[in-house]
């Protein structure tokens, strides 16, 4: 079994020293889902809801939650990030939105956690902008979809 990194020989947890790491370029993105009624995708593609423009404002939310999440992660990293784009498509077949979140920068740790935020962040904006129409929508699916660089190189579900 692999040792945990976030784990010191006692047990106890403990933030990663990343200082011997080389800078390296990473990017990571993450996936993620809402379902909702399908009245309810239609006032969004509409431009319909009394909160606003649910896509415009869930994009800025899942910008602003990557450039925070040291601060709601315990032990993550604070990160320079050269770049975060939040994509969300309105998918009649869910029927729903999805949502795709990629993190880059140059650094010495990843950005898996950052992309993560920044999906997680997008969908909980979309309930919350859209929940006066439809308390049962329901997110998920939220996963880590493929990361470059640092130590580990290269991954890709």
């Known amino acids: 079994m692999t040792k945990l990194s976030h784990v010191d020989e006692s047990g106890t947890a403990r933030m990663v020293d990343v200082a011997g790491k080389a800078d390296s370029h990473r990017v990571a993105r993450a996936m993620g889902q809402i379902t909702m009624a399908r009245a309810t995708l239609d006032a969004i593609g509409?431009?319909?809801?009394a909160k606003g423009d649910v896509l415009a404002v869930?994009?800025?939310?899942?910008?602003?939650?990557?450039?925070?999440?040291?601060?709601?992660i315990p032990l993550c990293h604070p990160i320079a990030l050269t770049d975060v784009t939040v994509e969300l498509t309105?998918?009649?077949?869910?029927?729903?939105?999805?949502?795709s979140a990629t993190a880059a920068t140059v650094g010495k740790t990843?950005?898996?956690?950052?992309a993560l935020t920044a999906a997680a962040v997008a969908l909980l904006t979309i309930?919350?902008?859209?929940?006066?129409?439809d308390r049962a929508m329901t997110?998920?699916?939220?996963s880590l979809v493929e990361k470059s660089g640092g130590q580990s190189g290269d991954w890709k579900r």
């Not at 309105?90 to 949502?99: E, K, S, W, Y």
């Open 90 to 99: 309105l998918d009649a077949a869910l029927p729903g939105i999805r949502v």
């Open 127 to 133: 309930y919350d902008m859209a929940k006066g129409l």
């Open 46 to 49: 509409e431009d319909k809801i």
């Open 110 to 114: 990843g950005v898996e956690m950052e």
């Open 58 to 72: 869930a994009r800025i939310a899942g910008i602003m939650a990557a450039k925070r999440t040291s601060e709601l």
């Open 139 to 142: 997110i998920g699916s939220i």
